[in-house]
């Protein structure tokens, strides 16, 4: 098996964003007008670390192309690190949501946590599956936590 690459979404994107908006909008209407001295400062320095934080969601969202790469003994991840299979405990799945944990870790790390483009689901499964089989990793469908 050569070099196969697959696009990939960053797991709960949409819902921080939609989670971020959410908290803006009420510390902005709630917060900034009904408040006074260091408080309403404070606010201003929550909404600016908040503001902040969509605009790196909107970028990774729209102007990173997120992959993973699968090869016969290792994984290049998300951010382009590469990953031996001696270094890989198992492989989480819960749902369409997929997880590479490492040894020595109890967290999965976010480089490693994808889904599947709508497209090629069918297929990156596939290679999963098949990569685990032949670097001998047990798949485990369960929840699992990641370290951002």
């Known amino acids: ?13 949409w819902l921080s964003l939609l989670c971020m908006l959410v908290i803006e909008t009420i510390l902005l ?3 900034i007008y009904n408040k ?16 902040g934080y ?12 997120p992959s993973i790469t699968l090869e016969s003994d290792h994984v290049i991840s998300m ?9 890989i405990e198992c492989i989480y799945m819960n749902y369409r949501r997929i997880g590479i944990k490492l040894y020595g870790k109890r967290l999965v790390p976010m480089d ?4 599947f483009q709508r497209g090629q689901e069918s297929a990156g499964l596939e290679a999963v599956y098949e990569w685990a089989a ?5 798949i485990k469908h369960k929840l699992f936590q990641t370290l951002g």
């Open 112 to 115: 490693l946590c994808f889904y």
């Open 1 to 13: 098996m050569g070099l196969i690459t697959y696009k990939t979404i960053y797991p709960r994107a």
């Open 134 to 138: 032949r670097n001998d990793k047990e």
């Open 79 to 87: 951010k382009h690190q590469r990953y031996d299979a001696s270094q």
């Open 36 to 51: 006074n001295g260091i408080l309403k400062y404070s606010l201003i320095v929550i909404l600016t670390f908040n503001l």
């Open 29 to 31: 209407r709630d917060g």
């Open 54 to 65: 969509i605009v790196f969601l909107l970028w990774r969202l729209f102007f990173t192309k």
